[in-house]
Nanobody
C-alpha cells in the first residue's frame, strides 16, 4: 500500500517562500496523477494543486500564480514551490494521489506563515 512522506515545511514570514517535497514510500506508479492538499486547524483537507503523468497542472484559486507543482518520476517524488506566502497558507501540507485515497495520507509537513 502506497504511503507518502512529506518534508520541507517550516516557519516563514509573509511574502517568503518554501519548497515542499514528497516521496512515495510504496509502489506508486509514475502513471498516477498526484496532488498536494492542506489542512488548517479545525478544517477538512483542502485541494491545493495537481499534476498529471504528462505534467499538466491545475491549482486552487487561492494559490494560483504563487504555487508551482512539479514531479520527478524517476525518483518517485513530487514537489510544491510556494512563493509569496500568506498567513492564510498556514496548514499541514500533504501529498496524495489525485483523486486522493484516504488510506494513503502520511504525516504531512507543517507550514506556518507568520511575522
Amino acid at each position: 500500500q502506497a504511503q507518502f512522506v512529506e518534508s520541507g515545511g517550516g516557519l516563514v514570514q509573509p511574502g517568503g517562500s518554501l519548497r515542499l517535497s514528497c516521496i512515495a514510500a510504496g509502489s506508486i506508479s509514475s502513471g498516477s496523477a498526484m496532488g498536494w492538499y492542506r489542512q488548517a486547524p479545525g478544517k477538512q483537507h483542502e485541494f491545493v494543486a495537481l499534476i498529471t503523468p504528462g505534467r499538466r497542472t491545475s491549482y486552487a484559486d487561492s494559490v494560483k500564480g504563487r504555487f508551482t507543482i512539479s514531479r520527478d518520476n524517476a525518483k518517485n517524488m513530487v514537489f510544491l514551490q510556494m512563493d509569496s506566502l500568506k498567513p492564510d497558507d498556514t496548514a499541514v501540507y500533504y501529498c496524495n494521489t489525485f483523486p486522493r485515497v484516504e488510506a494513503y495520507w502520511g504525516q504531512g509537513t507543517q507550514v506556518t506563515v507568520s511575522s
